[in-house]
C-alpha cells in the first residue's frame, strides 16, 4: 500500500498575494540544464512560478501545492520558486502570472479549477513561458504550444477511503462536504459511495454544497447538518478542511481528509486521507519545460495519471488507530484491482439515483469517460448543487 506523508514543512512566508522566493535546498535528483539556450517555451528562464488560490497553510489543496513548490526549490537551485497565496479564479490571476513573468519566471503553474481562463490568456500573450493548469481539461484544438493540464486520478483513492468508511461506519451514513457540482468532485463523491458499499451495501452519503473552495462558515453549518442527521464519517471536496475535520473530531465522529494529511487535526477520529503527492510530476513538469522539450510532450496536453500508470500524485495517507488490519487488507486488495486492466471504482454496472443503469455490466470506463460524470449514483442522497 503506498502511502503519502508531508515531504517538506511549509514555513511562514509573505502576505497574500506578495511574490515569494522560497528556500532554495541542495540540488535533489531532478534538476535539469535551467542555462538551456534554446527558444523552446520554458527555457532561458531564472524562475518557476505558482499561483494558488488559498492559503499555503489550509490543511489542504494549496498546502499540496505549496510543499510541491518546495520540492521544485530543492531540485532547481538555480531557479527561484515565487508563490502567490489567495489569487481568485479572475483576472487577478492573470496579472499575477504577469509580475512572475517580469521576474524571470518562463514555467507558471497555475493551480485551481478555475484559473484555467487566465492560464490560456497567459499562455497566448507569452509564447516563450510554459503554463500548466492544474485540474481542469481544454479541448485539444485550444492546446497551445506551451500550454498544458495536468491531474490525477482523485477519485482512485476516495473509493479506497470509501471502504475505510463503511467499514468504520454504525449508523451507515456518511456525510460529505463539496463545493461545486464539477465532474470531478461528482466523480469522488460516487467513488466514496461505491467504494463503502463493498462493505455495506445499504450505506448512505448524504452530500451537502457550499458552493465554495473555501468558506469555513459554511462548510460549519453543513457539517452540522450532517452530523445532526446521524452521519459518523464525515469527508469533503474543500481546498480548506480543518473545519469540517474539526466539527468530526468534537461530535466524535470519523473523518476522512483530502488533499493533504491532517491526521493532526483528529486523533481520534481519523480514518485516512486521500492526498497529494505533487514533488515527482512537479520537477518532472520543469525539468521537461527547462530541456527545451515541452512542445508536443505528454505535459502539453490533458495530462492524466492514476493507479494503472502507478503514478498517481493522489494517494492514500497513512491509516489512524480505528482501522482494523482486515480494512487494511481489503484496502490493499482493491487498490491492487484499481491498478489492473479490468479494475475501476466505475465498473459496471453502476446505476445513477433513480435507477437508471448508466454503466453496463462488466464495462470499465476510462478515464476520459469519467472525467465528465454528471450524475449521482444510488446511494448518494442529495442534490446536483446549480
Same mark, same amino acid.
Given at each position: 500500500?503506498?502511502?503519502?506523508?508531508?515531504?517538506?514543512?511549509?514555513?511562514?512566508?509573505? %502576505?497574500?498575494?506578495?511574490?515569494?522566493?522560497?528556500?532554495? @535546498?541542495? %540540488?535533489?535528483?531532478? $534538476?535539469? *540544464?535551467?542555462?538551456?539556450?534554446?527558444?523552446?517555451?520554458?527555457?532561458?528562464?531564472?524562475?518557476?512560478?505558482?499561483?494558488?488560490?488559498? +492559503?499555503?497553510? *489550509?490543511?489542504?489543496?494549496?498546502?499540496?501545492?505549496?510543499?510541491?513548490?518546495?520540492?521544485?526549490?530543492?531540485?532547481?537551485?538555480?531557479?527561484?520558486?515565487?508563490?502567490?497565496?489567495?489569487? +481568485?479564479?479572475?483576472?487577478?490571476?492573470?496579472?499575477?502570472?504577469?509580475?512572475?513573468?517580469?521576474? !524571470?519566471?518562463?514555467?507558471?503553474?497555475?493551480?485551481?479549477?478555475?484559473?484555467?481562463?487566465?492560464?490560456?490568456?497567459?499562455?497566448?500573450?507569452?509564447?516563450?513561458?510554459? #503554463?500548466?493548469?492544474?485540474?481542469?481539461?481544454?479541448?485539444?484544438?485550444?492546446?497551445?504550444?506551451?500550454?498544458?493540464? =495536468?491531474?490525477?486520478?482523485?477519485?482512485?483513492?476516495?473509493?479506497?477511503?470509501?471502504? %475505510? &468508511?463503511?467499514?468504520?461506519?454504525? /449508523?451507515?451514513?456518511?456525510?460529505?462536504?463539496?463545493?461545486?457540482?464539477?465532474?470531478?468532485?461528482?466523480?469522488?463523491?460516487?467513488?466514496?459511495?461505491?467504494?463503502?458499499?463493498?462493505?455495506?451495501?445499504? #450505506?448512505?452519503?448524504?452530500?451537502?454544497?457550499?458552493?465554495?473552495?473555501?468558506? +469555513?462558515?459554511?462548510? %460549519?453549518?453543513? @457539517?452540522?447538518?450532517?452530523?445532526?442527521?446521524?452521519?459518523?464519517?464525515?469527508?469533503?471536496?474543500?481546498?480548506? /478542511?480543518?473545519?469540517?475535520?474539526?466539527?468530526?473530531?468534537? &461530535?466524535?465522529?470519523?473523518?476522512?481528509? =483530502?488533499?493533504?494529511?491532517?491526521?493532526?487535526?483528529?486523533?481520534? $477520529?481519523?480514518?485516512? $486521507?486521500?492526498?497529494?503527492?505533487?514533488?515527482?510530476?512537479?520537477?518532472?513538469?520543469?525539468?521537461?519545460?527547462?530541456?527545451?522539450?515541452?512542445?508536443?510532450?505528454?505535459?502539453?496536453?490533458?495530462?492524466?495519471?492514476?493507479?494503472?500508470?502507478?503514478?498517481?500524485?493522489?494517494?492514500?495517507?497513512?491509516? !489512524?488507530?480505528?482501522?482494523?488490519?482486515?480494512?487494511?487488507?481489503?484496502?490493499?486488495?482493491?487498490?491492487?484491482?484499481?491498478?489492473?486492466?479490468?479494475?475501476?471504482?466505475?465498473?459496471?454496472?453502476?446505476?445513477?439515483?433513480? !435507477?437508471?443503469?448508466?454503466?453496463?455490466?462488466?464495462?470499465?470506463?476510462?478515464?476520459?469517460?469519467? *472525467?465528465?460524470?454528471?450524475?449521482?449514483?444510488?446511494? #448518494?442522497? $442529495?442534490?446536483?448543487?446549480?
Amino acid at each position: 500500500m503506498q502511502h503519502s506523508t508531508p515531504r517538506l514543512l511549509a514555513v511562514a512566508i509573505g %502576505a497574500s498575494l506578495a511574490l515569494t522566493l522560497a528556500a532554495c @535546498a541542495p %540540488a535533489g535528483s531532478g $534538476g535539469g *540544464d535551467v542555462e538551456a539556450s534554446s527558444d523552446a517555451p520554458g527555457t532561458g528562464g531564472t524562475a518557476v512560478g505558482f499561483i494558488m488560490v488559498g +492559503p499555503k497553510d *489550509d490543511y489542504g489543496y494549496n498546502q499540496a501545492v505549496y510543499e510541491g513548490s518546495q520540492a521544485v526549490a530543492e531540485a532547481f537551485p538555480d531557479l527561484e520558486v515565487l508563490t502567490a497565496e489567495n489569487v +481568485p479564479e479572475d483576472d487577478s490571476a492573470v496579472t499575477t502570472m504577469e509580475q512572475m513573468i517580469d521576474r !524571470g519566471a518562463k514555467i507558471i503553474f497555475a493551480t485551481s479549477y478555475g484559473h484555467l481562463d487566465a492560464a490560456q490568456q497567459v499562455a497566448e500573450a507569452h509564447p516563450d513561458v510554459v #503554463v500548466v493548469q492544474q485540474g481542469n481539461t481544454l479541448p485539444e484544438e485550444d492546446i497551445l504550444p506551451n500550454l498544458g493540464t =495536468y491531474f490525477g486520478t482523485v477519485y482512485e483513492p476516495m473509493y479506497l477511503a470509501g471502504i %475505510a &468508511a463503511g467499514a468504520a461506519s454504525e /449508523t451507515g451514513k456518511l456525510g460529505y462536504v463539496y463545493a461545486f457540482p464539477i465532474p470531478q468532485t461528482i466523480a469522488n463523491i460516487n467513488a466514496f459511495t461505491l467504494g463503502a458499499q463493498t462493505v455495506n451495501p445499504d #450505506v448512505e452519503t448524504i452530500a451537502v454544497a457550499t458552493s465554495s473552495w473555501c468558506d +469555513p462558515a459554511a462548510q %460549519a453549518e453543513a @457539517a452540522s447538518s450532517l452530523l445532526s442527521q446521524g452521519v459518523d464519517v464525515l469527508t469533503q471536496h474543500q481546498d480548506c /478542511t480543518k473545519t469540517v475535520i474539526d466539527a468530526a473530531e468534537a &461530535a466524535g465522529a470519523y473523518t476522512v481528509g =483530502y488533499h493533504a494529511d491532517a491526521s493532526s487535526l483528529a486523533p481520534e $477520529g481519523w480514518l485516512t $486521507g486521500a492526498v497529494w503527492d505533487w514533488p515527482e510530476l512537479y520537477i518532472d513538469i520543469v525539468d521537461t519545460a527547462v530541456s527545451g522539450e515541452f512542445t508536443g510532450s505528454p505535459y502539453n496536453a490533458n495530462f492524466r495519471v492514476g493507479l494503472k500508470t502507478g503514478t498517481n500524485p493522489f494517494v492514500l495517507a497513512d491509516f !489512524g488507530p480505528s482501522v482494523s488490519d482486515e480494512t487494511i487488507a481489503a484496502i490493499a486488495d482493491a487498490e491492487a484491482f484499481l491498478a489492473s486492466e479490468e479494475g475501476s471504482p466505475f465498473v459496471g454496472p453502476v446505476y445513477a439515483q433513480d !435507477g437508471t443503469e448508466m454503466i453496463a455490466a462488466g464495462v470499465v470506463p476510462d478515464y476520459a469517460e469519467i *472525467d465528465v460524470m454528471d450524475y449521482f449514483v444510488k446511494g #448518494v442522497t $442529495g442534490n446536483l448543487a446549480q
